[in-house]
C-alpha cells in the first residue's frame, strides 16, 4: 500500500483537484454537488462502455492498435462523454456556460478515475512518472475535452434550441480533434502533459470568467424587466400598456376564461423568474438560498396552467416570457 499511494496520488488527485477549483470558482453556486457526484459516476459508466466498446471494434477493424487510438477511438470515447452533458443539457440541467463546463469537467473527470483504476490493476509496478503524465495529462484532458464540449454546446443552446442534435455537432467534432491530437503527442508524453497544462486550464478559466460577467449583466437586466412588467400587471394599469393591449387582442382568438390562465400564468412565470433570479444573488453573496414552499407552490401552479392554454397560448405569450435557455434553466433551478 505503501508504494501504491504515490501513484494513487499522481494518477487521481490531480483532476480531482482541478474540478474543486471549478466548483470553487462557482461564485454563484450553479451546481449542486449530489448533481457533481451523479456526473462522475456516469463519467465512469461512460469508461467502462468504451472499454467494451474499443476493444469489440478493434478486433474487427484491420488497424493496428495506434492507428486506432488516434483515429477511432476518440471518437467512440468522446461520443461516449458527450452523450451525458447532451441529457443535461437538453433537460435544463444548465443554462450558463459555467455548469456546462463544470458538469463536463465532472463527466470527463468520472471516466478518467475509472481508466486509470483499471490501469493501476493492470500495470501496479508502472514507473511513477507514467502516473504523473496520466495524473496531469490524460485525465486533465478527458475532463478538459468533454468541458469545451459543454461549453461549445451550450453557447449554441442559447440561440438555437437545445432538441436541435446539430447544436451538438461543432463541440463533439472539436472534442474528438483534441483528444486525437492528444494521442497523436502520447509517444511525446512530456510534451503533450505540458501542453495539456497549458491549454485546458487557461480555455476554461477564461470562459469561467467571460460568462460570470454576463450572468451579472443578464440577473441585472433580467430583473428591472421583470419587476417593471410585474408591476404593471399588480397595479391595475396593465391595460394601458402596449403589454396590455396586445393581450387584449388575445380575446378574438382565445375564451374568457383561457385569456385568464394566460394572464395567471404570465404573473406566475414573472414572479418565478424574480424569485430564481434572486435566489441567484443571495447565493452570490454567500447565503445558502434554496426554494421554499411557496415557491414550490407556485411552480406547480404553472405547470398547471402551462397545460391548460396549451401551446398556442404558450406562443401568444413567447415574447413577454424571454424564454431562452437561462429563463428555462432558473426556472427548473427553483423548481427543483
Avoid at 48 to 57: E, I, P, Q, R, V
Avoid at 156 to 173: C, D, H, M, N, T
Avoid at 315 to 335: C, D, R, T, Y
Wanted: hydrophobic share 50%; glycine share 8%; with cysteine.
Amino acid at each position: 500500500m505503501t508504494e501504491l499511494l504515490p501513484r494513487l496520488l499522481a494518477g487521481f488527485l490531480p483532476v480531482l483537484l482541478f474540478l474543486g477549483v471549478l466548483i470553487y470558482l462557482d461564485s454563484y453556486k450553479l451546481v449542486r454537488m449530489r448533481w457533481v457526484v451523479l456526473t462522475i459516476v456516469l463519467g465512469g459508466a461512460a469508461a467502462a462502455a468504451s472499454y467494451t466498446a474499443n476493444g469489440m471494434l478493434l478486433s474487427r477493424l484491420a488497424m493496428d492498435f495506434t492507428t486506432y487510438s488516434r483515429y477511432v477511438a476518440p471518437v467512440v470515447e468522446e461520443s461516449a462523454k458527450a452523450l451525458i452533458l447532451i441529457w443535461l443539457i437538453r433537460s435544463q440541467r444548465t443554462g450558463f456556460l459555467v455548469d456546462a463546463s463544470i458538469y463536463g469537467f465532472a463527466v470527463g473527470t468520472g471516466f478518467a478515475l475509472l481508466e486509470n483504476a483499471y490501469y493501476l490493476r493492470s500495470i501496479p509496478d508502472a514507473h511513477l512518472v507514467v502516473w504523473v503524465i496520466r495524473g496531469l495529462g490524460t485525465a486533465v484532458m478527458h475532463g478538459g475535452t468533454t468541458s469545451i464540449f459543454g461549453i461549445g454546446s451550450q453557447l449554441l443552446a442559447e440561440f438555437r434550441s437545445p432538441k436541435q442534435v446539430s447544436i451538438f455537432v461543432p463541440g463533439l467534432l472539436t472534442a474528438v480533434v483534441l483528444h486525437s491530437l492528444f494521442n497523436r503527442l502520447f509517444f511525446s508524453p512530456i510534451f503533450s502533459t505540458l501542453a495539456t497544462l497549458l491549454i485546458f486550464p487557461l480555455l476554461i478559466f477564461v470562459v469561467f470568467e467571460k460568462s460570470e460577467e454576463s450572468l451579472q449583466n443578464w440577473l441585472e437586466v433580467g430583473f428591472d424587466a421583470d419587476t417593471e412588467l410585474l408591476e404593471l400587471m399588480n397595479s391595475g394599469r396593465l391595460s394601458e400598456s402596449k403589454v396590455g393591449k396586445y393581450l387584449q387582442s388575445l380575446r378574438e382568438k382565445f375564451s374568457g376564461e383561457v385569456v385568464m390562465n394566460l394572464l395567471c400564468y404570465l404573473r406566475i412565470h414573472l414572479e418565478l423568474s424574480l424569485r430564481a433570479k434572486g435566489t441567484l444573488m443571495m447565493r452570490e453573496a454567500g447565503f445558502d438560498a434554496e426554494p421554499d414552499d411557496e415557491t414550490r407552490a407556485l411552480f406547480q401552479e404553472m405547470r398547471y396552467l402551462e397545460g391548460s392554454i396549451g401551446k398556442t397560448g404558450k406562443l401568444a405569450l413567447l415574447p413577454f416570457l424571454h424564454v431562452s435557455g437561462k429563463e428555462l434553466w432558473q426556472l427548473h433551478m427553483i423548481g427543483k
